[in-house]
């Protein structure tokens, strides 16, 4: 796994989505990226 | 440093130009013939620091300043498919996480020379389990606290201080240079030379983690584990290049998409780096799939052999062909052509000692040489050995690129 | 007990034998001096199987550890123990704004293991300390090392500086790394150039004409 908490794992841990969970979903997964992207910054040079 | 104005006669669209270079790029990097032999010029910091008449200091932390100069170096060199501005290493960010990677001019170096990588162990041998289980876990806890230690050594708020500005400051350096990025490609048509990066999964252990003294010696005391490391990279590094573009909204013009290449500087898997036999055991395999799955993907590779890769040249006949560009630094370039020409797209290699100290008839003489040699039949693309390092002499930069335009021009 | 033994297993790089067979030496009483003198012998094995391309520089690195942790059992410094008649001195650095060690550390290793006295005077290494350890260790060769491009301009300004102590009659310098040539050789003023350590050994031997 690549990402330190994905999307199936964070889904687990909220109670109710009234919405519309694909909303959720992206977003969440956009900062997990952006924050992947910047751990590894540190090692890739 | 005298400034160039380097005009073209034909006066072409910012999208014209765009999409001729990059179809010249896109052609030899798929082994065939373009219209002439494409330009890529890698400007070093240090080359446009000296360019624009100021301090490698003041480029770090001066952004704007930078693309200025570049800018400049975009007009004098309108003969360049793809240039590269200077490194990624913000001094904004450096400072806020107290980073200890590298040595910064104007912090531990002459506010004149480039920054620079320091050699250093920051995971311990018995740390390899950690990381191969969950490397983000030992990244967190084990290896931030040690690079960013200027901070961290101040208790946990300061440290966590040390992070958030980190991130600020390193989010307004990506948003500065994705916008500079689209501003040169729409108003001067000129595609950056690479488009992300990533490593070999030997190379990240070897510089960043373990350290060459300790990566050395694992490969006598512990070579499983180094191999188990190596292999739980190997999905990282193809993530950490291929992140980018899912992330950088795409762009809504009808220009033609440069397929992304993927910068990967080699740094330790050479001879005398390392034997053939370690290099089969410890370096290759992990680098190869990272390649392998880039490509499987869509994407160009460029990975750039540092030092002299002449005796490890023939293993590039196992990637995928016409996908892959070697930058070639030190290696004999004109036998690289003969080994594994008809595999991966060569690029390089004007020696910087030549574009420092030699005169322009010398530079035209060995581009001659390249486009000759190396040229023959498309599959090359010139550029300095170590890009346009911080001395060459400007009217050896006009008559390397001046000549290619000239010379390289393929006849039909 | 023969020395060859441990020679051999040094030469080799097998750590644990090695540091079994010196344990075993000092057990039954050998002189300490006496296992530095096998240290090396053994060491110029490792340096020759380096240049004739057998070893790389991770082998180089695993020999000097090994090395390291006999050092630590005898409570000897292996480099500077003993009565070794040394060929020459020789003072290495890498010049002024340049932290690279990597190439520097080879050169050091391998003159060391052709009888050359080496001081190194470590990296980003100003003018001024190379003049200095010349006052100090009157050595006949002066290696100045360098990585980046920047290293030209630091080496001509140490070889400059070298010259206005007035000590530049007395030594040979050699510039070494990788993208080192002829050029930069006459730009800075050095005598000789190389761009790998087993050229420069070379050349540092025939300098003291053997």
Known sequence: ?45 | MQEVDGNLAVKKSPKELYNERVERITTATSLKTPDRVPIVLGFNISFIARYGGVTVQELMYNYEKRAEIIERLMKAFPEADAIGSGGTLSGPVSDALGQGLYEIPGRELSPDVSFQFIERCNMKSEEYDMFTENPTEFLITKYFPRIFREEWNKGLTRAKIAMMKGIFAHNDHRAFWGNKRKKWESEFGMPMARSSMTKAPFDVLSDTLRGMRESSIDMYKRPEKIIKACEALVPYCVMYAELPHTLRIKDESTRKEMKPQIGMPLHRGCVPFMSLKQFETFYWPTLKEVICRLVADGFICRPFAEGDWTMNMKYWREVPKGKVILKIDLADIFKAKELVGDTVCLQGNVPATLLQFGTPKQVEKYCKKLIDVVGEGGGFIMDGAVGIPGGAKIENIVAMTKFTAKYGVYRR | ?210
């Not at chain 1, 908490?5 to 919405?19: A, F, N, S, V």
């Not at chain 3, 040979?172 to 005598?191: L, M, P, Q, S």
Request: glycine share 6%.
């Open chain 1, 1 to 45: 796994m690549s990402l330190y908490t994905p999307w199936k794992k964070k889904r687990k841990e909220i109670q109710k989505i009234l919405g519309d969970e694909k909303i959720i979903k992206e977003s969440w997964e956009h900062y997990e990226k952006m924050v992947f992207l910047w751990i590894w910054s540190w090692l890739m040079r």
């Open chain 3, 1 to 210: 007990m023969s020395s060859e033994k441990l020679v051999e297993a040094l030469a080799d790089l097998k750590e644990e034998k090695a540091l079994k067979l010196v344990k075993e030496k000092l057990d039954a009483g050998e002189e300490p001096l006496k296992i530095l003198e096998i240290c090396r012998k053994a060491v110029e094995i490792v340096g020759k199987r380096f240049e004739d391309a057998e070893y790389f520089l991770p082998d180089l690195i695993m020999a000097g550890e090994i090395l390291r942790r006999i050092s630590e059992i005898t409570k000897l410094d292996i480099e500077k123990a003993g009565e070794v008649k040394y060929l020459a001195k020789v003072v290495i650095g890498t010049v002024q704004g340049d932290i690279h060690n990597i190439g520097k550390d080879i050169v050091t290793f391998m003159l060391d293991a052709n009888g050359f006295d080496v001081y190194d005077i470590g990296v980003d290494a100003p003018p001024q300390k190379f003049v200095e350890k010349i006052e100090e260790v009157k050595p006949e060769i002066v290696a100045l090392s360098g990585f980046l491009t920047l290293a030209y301009d630091s080496m001509k300004k140490t070889v400059e500086a070298i010259e206005a102590a007035g000590q530049r009659n007395q030594i040979k310098i050699i510039i070494g790394g990788g993208h080192i040539d002829e050029n930069v050789r006459r730009y800075t003023g050095a005598d000789a150039y190389a761009t790998s350590a087993a050229k420069g050994v070379r050349i540092c031997k025939k300098w003291m004409e053997i």
